[in-house]
């Protein structure tokens, strides 16, 4: 049995959580464990992640113990997944990972502002996400 990567993310942030629920449909071979914020406190101290840090990126830990923040950790995250690897492998590109990392960072500090400019089809989305939870789909 291969281990997880275990991905934390923001759980009181409606965009993270959309976001989240789209790399849950791709995530064809169950690479990934996606753990929420409220939840991660003891893998957190475990892999010395602070909380100030997980405010500013999510974080991935790849099975190795390796971890990565931002764009990073989607670069990182990104080659598990087949219609993703596409795309983490350019970040390899001289410069692609530097500007990753400046529209993750836009993205991360506004992503407060986001999800209440997409409030209605966020909410469809997240009620949605848990009616398929309920259902065990």
């Known amino acids: 049995q291969t281990s997880k990567g275990k991905l934390i993310f923001d759980d009181q942030c409606e965009f993270c959580l959309w976001s989240i629920w789209q790399l849950r449909k791709l995530n064809w071979f169950k690479v990934i464990e996606f753990i929420p914020l409220a939840k991660a406190s003891q893998i957190m101290s475990s892999h010395s992640i602070t909380r100030e840090a997980m405010q500013s990126k999510m974080h991935y830990i790849s099975p190795c113990g390796h971890v990565t923040a931002g764009a990073e950790a989607f670069r990182a995250f990104g080659k598990k997944i087949p219609i993703l690897f596409p795309l983490a492998v350019m970040l390899h590109l001289p410069f692609a990972l530097k500007l990753a990392s400046f ?4 993205l991360a500090v506004n992503r407060y502002a986001i999800s209440r400019l997409l409030n209605v089809p966020l909410k469809i989305v997240l009620l949605t996400a848990k009616l398929e939870n309920i ?3």
């Open 103 to 106: 529209i993750y960072m836009k």
């Open 135 to 137: 259902a065990g789909l």
